[in-house]
């Protein structure tokens, strides 16, 4: 299920933002950047339509990934 990232409080959106930047396996490219940074960028994302915050209900997980990989919320 998609989440309107608007739909969080503020504080929950930084933590998952921040855990998801410090996941294992998640490439930012040759420059190192802080969890802040890293953060910033996603949330540049999510607010530019870039990504999607999406909720597994059979797991409980929540998950960042791009629109693209989504077709059939591509607008």
Known sequence: MIVPWQSLDPDTLQNLLEEFVSRDGTDY???ELSLAQKADQIRL???SGEALLLFSESTGQ???VPR???PE???
């Open 62 to 64: 929540c998950n960042i």
């Open 68 to 70: 693209e990989r989504l």
């Open 45 to 47: 994302k999510l607010i």
């Open 73 to 75: 919320f591509d607008h």
């Open 29 to 31: 490219g040759e420059q």
